[in-house]
Nanobody, 127 residues
Framework: LVQLVESGGGSVQAGGSLRLSCAAS????????MGWFRQAPGKEREGVAT??????????SYADSVKGRFTISQDNAKNTLYLQMNSLKPEDTGMYYC??????????????????WGQGTQVTVSS
């Protein structure tokens, strides 16, 4: 089993930045891909960015809405996943979730079928 704990959410004004962190514990050696997802009130959960964590320089993918503004990265030594969010917009508001999956094969940002999920951290962007 893998446990995921997110942190770093908060309230910022449009144009601001936040960095989310996701600490993984448990059988982390089994993880092949990790990702960030978000859910706004009244909307379905959607993918934001994913990364192939099985390698130190893994493939990444981004939703079109965040490309060029968000960066997903990993620190394997710390078993931690990050999401650097710049130029935040009000439409980025939502609960942000970290997820991990052990299945081989890179999972792109549209794939919401990850196996392990964190509890989420709230991001609120005001105009």
């Amino acid at each position: 089993l893998v446990q995921l704990v997110e942190s770093g959410g908060g309230s910022v004004q449009a144009g601001g930045s936040l960095r989310l962190s996701c600490a993984a514990s448990g059988y982390t050696r089994s993880i092949y891909s990790m990702g960030w997802f978000r859910q706004a009130p009244g909307k379905e959960r959607e993918g934001v960015a994913t990364i192939e964590t099985i390698s130190s320089d893994g493939v990444t993918s981004y939703a079109d809405s965040v490309k060029g503004r968000f960066t997903i990265s990993q620190d394997n030594a710390k078993n931690t996943l990050y999401l650097q969010m710049n130029s935040l917009k009000p439409e980025d508001t939502g609960m942000y979730y970290c997820a991990a999956d052990p299945r081989p094969g890179f999972r792109y940002w549209r794939d919401t079928t990850f196996t392990y999920w964190g509890q989420g951290t709230q991001v609120t962007v005001s105009s």
